[in-house]
């Protein structure tokens, strides 16, 4: 366990379904991220929250749509996706303050999409 | 724009090898670099955390060197074994709008054989 929640593990869901992908963290950090890890290509930066604000949106489709309530939940609700937003979705978190800001990742949520 | 390389891609060695995976980054203005193993289909953990003051780093039967000058990271893994099959990911991050982006390299995926 390194201290990052994500549920559900696994979503299966159709285009015109509308989910919601979950993480916490009790460590005490004040950054959350989500990623997005597709097969064959390396992780990309989806958004970035600092103290519940959002500092990063990388250009993300507007069917992906983050929310975070406060520095501990982050939350990424999913609606009328494509089968090609199939993948794995990381959730992250860290310290922002000083030099130590080690990553700590969750295990992630596999969606498929019919 | 800071860009990470991981080599090699794929690796695949007996079982009791020590072996070497480089990491190489393009902007020696790094704060930390971090090294993460991944098994198939699950999350990050967090294996070693280097600070840029540092020239090594130490867990168990991993070692981590930084030469920030050159641009270059190397994850040493002593006496490898079956259970240390999987990829592995080298992270810096990058300072921005109040928050860290963690830049990945595309992960070497190791094999060892028994």
């Known amino acids: 366990e390194t201290g990052v929640t994500q549920t559900p593990r696994h979503l299966v869901m159709g285009m015109t379904n509308k989910k919601s992908l979950k993480c916490e963290q009790h460590?005490?950090?004040?950054?959350m991220y989500w990623y997005k890890q597709s097969a064959k290509k390396p992780l990309e930066l989806m958004f970035v929250?600092?103290?519940?604000?959002?500092?990063e949106n990388n250009s993300v489709p507007s069917r992906f749509s983050p929310e975070c309530p406060n520095s501990s939940h982050l939350f990424l609700h999913l609606h009328t996706l494509q089968p090609e937003d199939s993948a794995l979705y990381l959730c992250?978190?860290?310290?922002?303050?000083?030099?130590?800001?080690?990553?700590?990742f969750g295990q992630g949520t596999r969606l498929t999409v019919v | 724009k800071q860009e990470v390389t991981q080599i090699p891609a794929a690796l695949s060695v007996p079982e009791g090898e020590n072996l070497v995976l480089n990491c190489s980054f393009t902007?020696?203005?790094?704060?930390?670099l971090q090294w993460f193993r991944q098994d198939p289909g699950k999350g990050l953990t967090s294996l070693l955390l280097?600070?840029?003051?540092?020239r090594e780093q130490t867990s168990g039967r991993l070692n981590a060197s930084l030469d920030k000058s050159s641009g270059r990271s190397t994850l040493y893994i002593a006496a490898s074994q079956p259970g240390d099959s999987a990829t592995y990911l080298c992270?810096?991050?990058?300072?921005?709008?109040?928050?860290?982006?963690?830049?990945f390299g595309t992960g070497t995926r190791l094999k060892v054989l028994a």
């Open positions: 992250a978190s860290s310290l922002t303050r000083g030099s130590n800001t080690e990553a700590f």
């Open positions: 460590l005490g950090h004040n950054a």
């Open positions: 929250y600092n103290f519940k604000e959002q500092t």
């Open positions: 902007d020696s203005a790094i704060y930390n």
């Open positions: 280097i600070q840029s003051s540092q």
């Open positions: 992270a810096v991050p990058r300072y921005t709008s109040g928050t860290y982006k963690y830049i």
